[in-house]
């Protein structure tokens, strides 16, 4: 009975230890830099005239967007970026949304909501985030067009954007839009990217605020 028991013990063990390195490894986060003042290999993509890039900085306008253009929304979130100077983008045709992403700059505390990490961000560096592609519009290279109309906007800025490693799609529409691959980070190791961003003049750090946007 006891050598079932202590068996069974060493099975929930092991299962609770596989568990935690699946957890870890599952919770990591691949990070893309865009260099300032970056003008070469200028990513050049034929555009529909029935497509529209929009950018919104209010919460009316922003409201009334996702009302016309069928965008989904969380209401008290999506108020909470505006009321912190987050930055709203979209590409639509004439009737749904094709992508939409946000940016935040230079904020005290931004929650990097997957890895569960409080960062503050530095005066001018930006943080591209929350990108989503119409599930009827994937594999078009919309997402690749939003970013690279968006990497015009902050052409004079350090700006990173992050995707889960799984997400090949994304990796590949972010690195065909002009950005630097710097490598996979999970919460433990996230330090070690901060001091290699500081190397290109990002500034980016942990911190224990309690109020954060995300």
């Not at 919460?59 to 009334?64: F, I, Q, R």
């Not at 996702?66 to 909470?80: A, G, M, Q, R, V």
């Not at 990097?112 to 930006?126: A, D, F, H, P």
């Not at 990497?151 to 950005?179: C, M």
Request: glycine fraction near 4%; hydrophobic fraction near 40%.
């Amino acid at each position: 009975m006891n050598k079932a028991f202590n068996l069974l013990k060493k099975i929930v063990m092991h299962s609770k230890l596989l568990s935690k390195i699946a957890l870890y490894f599952k919770k990591r986060l691949v990070f893309f830099f865009l260099i300032p003042k970056s003008n070469e290999n200028q990513i050049v993509i034929k555009e529909s005239n029935d497509i529209f890039f929009e950018i919104v900085t209010d919460y009316s306008t922003y409201l009334e967007m996702c009302k016309s253009f069928k965008i989904p929304f969380d209401e008290n979130k999506c108020l909470l970026r505006f009321e912190n100077k987050c930055i709203f983008y979209f590409l639509r045709n004439k009737t749904d949304y094709l992508t939409y992403g946000w940016s935040i700059e230079g904020k005290n505390s931004f929650l990097i909501e997957y890895l569960n990490v409080r960062v503050e961000i530095g005066y001018n560096n930006i943080i591209l985030f929350d990108f989503m592609t119409n599930s009827m519009h994937r594999q078009k290279g919309f997402y690749k067009l939003i970013l690279s109309k968006i990497k015009t906007k902050f052409i004079d800025k350090p700006t990173i954007i992050y995707t889960a490693p799984s997400n090949i799609g994304s990796i590949k529409g972010i690195s065909a839009s002009g950005f630097i691959d710097i490598g996979i980070y999970s919460k433990p190791t996230i330090k070690k990217m901060f001091n290699r961003l500081k190397t290109q003049s990002f500034n980016i750090k942990k911190t224990k605020s309690k109020s954060f946007v995300y």
